[in-house]
């Protein structure tokens, strides 16, 4: 149950109303999967915590699917105790994604690992640095064109 | 007493004073065997195992190793315990520096050997002693508190044979 | 009046108080912090990486490696996440041994939290103390999985083997004396005149800031929120056991404090129930020598591991090694609002305040 008292189906119905043909939903046996365009993502997640009730950003992370990236992140309601998932796809050769910091602070070192790791950019986000790698390593590891060097190499 | 080097008795005079050094030497490295100062550092799953071992069912106070300094200005023996990550490097490098001599250092656990089961990641260093020079290497993962007491015996038979660096 | 001087202090990453190695940058207007500052990544180890080059049941060990001082609860939840993923179940007996396991990990890392805040706090004796009755856990752990801190008794599918005769007689013996030993790291430092200055009103996390930034776990009860997902979200068989969940209002480090103190007693409480209610049967259900998942299944488990949420994210491309592995740390996340309690206070207070935190840089660096 979310907030407002409707379930997950019912919400995604109404999400669909409202975001049209840049949403597509999807589902598991665990979570509902809302699949939206970058462009409306800061939309999406504006209503999803405003109207909806879910306070707490328990996870952002991405994959590389060598083409595309896939942003994903996965919502609780701390009061209702509802949780969703949202994905967002962004081009390879312009990974860019607008931030939900202002939306959920929590989301500030999450992104960060992101861009350390991923080289995704967020717009907006008022501290995009590394968090993880020192300041002077090259690449982002985590994409799978990433070519390992023995570290200590130049040491 | 007035030393002239020329003559055959002054000469044995001198090489009774030498004698009489280097027996101080045996004392001092009998004292420093038992009275290490270890530093306070440690980064990850190993040093758990080092504070296991400070505490009382292993209690390292039965070595004279209960003095753990949190300055390195003030430290002699450096147990590397954890992985060596890029930017823990200039850390190590620094505190190692700082260590006044005589220092030892205790490579502590397979990740300070060799990188452990990290070897392969892209930000763990081959081993600390990459770095730094490394007196006594104790594999384990974690090295567990009476490995640490094996490694800290066997440090103790090398300072005691006078077998290390000096400054 | 006294001119202050604006400077920047730098606390670790070699230091005694930082849980493994942080480091704080604190900028000072004389003695009340302004800012502080966190630079995290000392202890990174590229877990994520090496996940995608790693079998399901190699990848095993390595969760341990992630919270290692409550091993049981990260790899349960690696294991857990598989089994969702695979649709492998597990049978009854090897979840109650599991739930023992996990539950005893929980009270071995709030019994860390409380050694090392003592001794951070400039409090030994609640170090060695709180140490000596973690070496009984120790010692159970070494029975079942053969190693004291890093078991991988916990395995993809159920528990490596089945419990020894000597298992039940002394669990339910540590579980008897927890009352014992709460009331020793009360009347040795609960209650001390000294400790309550330290930490009563120092560091108040308010409950919106928690919720915005994501804190989860003993910090986020401690601020009010009574959120706790073994009943918000039940997982294993949590729903079969009555437990309290200790919350605090006060969001100070005393909170912190006495939360993490009070669910030592209901972990204690889960595990009497689950040995009475301990079932006969197989301990390890059988699992396929190769481990493939359906390509492009994914899932996201998470767990009340003892310092928050702790999540697996696992994208599987059908073959025997993960596509993509993300770990959702509870420690990362945390130190997001140490910057948020410590400014405006005094620079003692930065220890308190992450030693209440109790990060792990194990897993927050991964």
């Known amino acids: 149950m979310v907030a407002n008292n409707i379930n997950e189906n019912e919400l995604a119905a109404q999400l669909k109303i409202k975001l049209g043909e840049d949403l597509s939903i999807t589902e598991d046996k665990y979570f509902t999967m809302l699949n939206i365009a970058p462009g409306r993502l800061l939309a999406l997640m504006q209503l999803l915590k405003a ?8 996870n952002l992370t991405s994959v590389d699917f060598v083409e595309t990236f896939e942003v994903v992140y996965h919502l609780y309601s701390i009061a209702s105790h509802a949780k969703i998932c949202v994905k967002t796809r962004i081009p390879a050769d312009n990974p860019q994604v607008e931030s939900v910091v202002d939306i959920w602070p929590g989301a500030d070192w999450q992104e960060r690992e992101v861009y350390d790791l991923m080289g995704i950019i967020f717009t907006g986000h008022p501290n995009l640095i590394r968090v993880l790698l020192p300041d002077d390593f090259e690449g982002h590891p985590l994409r799978k064109d990433f070519v390992r060097k023995e570290p200590g190499a130049d040491a | 007493m007035a030393l002239d080097i020329e003559t ?12 009489l050094v280097t027996t101080f030497e045996k004392l001092w490295n009998w004292g420093r065997s038992w009275s290490f100062w270890p530093l306070n550092y440690g980064c ?10 400070g505490a009382a069912r292993f209690d390292q106070a039965r070595f004279g ?3 753990v300094r949190a300055v390195p200005r003030q430290a002699d023996l450096l147990t590397v315990a954890g992985p060596i990550t890029l930017k823990m490097k200039p850390a190590v490098e620094r505190v190692w520096a700082q260590m006044p001599e005589p220092k030892w250092v205790i490579a502590f656990g397979n990740c300070a050997i060799s990188g452990g089961p990290f070897r392969d990641g892209y930000s763990i260093l081959p081993g600390v002693d990459s770095i730094i020079p ?3 290497y104790i594999p384990g993962c974690p090295v567990r508190p009476e490995a640490y007491f094996h490694a800290m015996l066997e440090l103790q038979k090398k300072v005691q044979k006078g077998d290390y660096r000096r400054g | 009046m006294l001119d202050t001087d604006k400077y920047t202090v730098n606390v670790g990453p070699v230091h005694p108080s930082t849980h493994g190695g942080l480091h704080v940058e604190a900028i000072m207007d004389g003695e009340i912090i302004e800012d502080v500052i966190v630079h995290l990544g000392y202890v990174h180890r590229s877990v994520e990486k090496i996940a995608e080059s790693k079998t399901y049941y190699q990848f095993a060990p390595y969760t341990a490696r992630l919270d290692y001082l409550a091993t049981n609860l990260p790899v349960m939840g690696y294991c857990q996440a598989v089994e969702k993923l695979t649709g492998i179940q597990v049978p009854e007996r090897a979840e109650y041994i599991r739930i023992i ?11 860390i939290a409380i050694a090392a ?13 709180a140490m000596r009755d973690r070496e009984r856990i120790m010692d159970i752990f070494s029975m079942t999985g053969g190693q004291r801190l890093l078991s991988s008794y916990i395995r993809i599918g159920g528990v490596a083997a089945d419990i020894p005769d000597d298992f039940i007689p002394q669990v339910r013996a540590f579980v008897a004396d927890i009352p014992r030993m709460i009331e020793e790291y009360n009347s040795l430092m609960t209650g001390n005149e000294i400790w309550a200055a330290r930490m009563k009103g120092v560091g108040v996390l308010k409950a919106e800031d928690a919720v915005a930034y994501s804190v989860t776990g003993p910090n986020l009860r401690a601020s009010g929120i009574d959120f706790d997902l073994r009943k918000a979200d039940p997982y294993s068989i949590y729903d079969r056991f009555d437990f ?6 006060e969001g100070d480090s005393m909170a912190r404090w006495e939360v993490r103190i009070e669910e030592i007693a209901e972990s204690g409480k889960i595990i009497e129930q689950a040995l009475q209610q301990l079932p006969a049967g197989e301990f390890m259900s059988k699992v396929p020598k190769n481990l493939k998942p359906e390509a492009g299944a994914e899932v996201f488990h998470h767990i009340e591991s003892s310092k928050g949420e702790l999540g697996y994210y696992i994208v599987s491309d059908g073959s025997t090694k993960p596509y993509r592995l993300h770990v959702r740390a509870p420690s990362f996340i945390n130190l997001m609002v140490l910057p948020l309690i410590c400014r405006g206070g005094v620079f003692q207070d930065i220890i308190t305040n992450i030693a209440t935190l109790d990060p792990i840089l194990g897993e927050s660096d991964r």
């Open chain 3, 244 to 249: 309290n969940i200790p919350v605090r209002q």
């Open chain 2, 8 to 19: 055959d008795t002054d000469v044995n005079e001198l090489a009774q004073h030498n004698i």
């Open chain 2, 134 to 136: 490394v007196d006594i």
């Open chain 1, 51 to 58: 109207e909806y009730g879910f306070d707490q950003l328990s």
């Open chain 3, 101 to 111: 396991m996990a539950e005893l990990s929980r009270i071995a890392s709030h019994q």
């Open chain 2, 44 to 53: 990850n799953c190993c040093p758990i195992e080092v504070m296991a071992a």
């Open chain 2, 65 to 67: 190793y209960e003095v």
């Open chain 3, 117 to 129: 805040t003592g001794i951070d706090l400039g409090a030994t004796t609640g170090l060695m103390y």
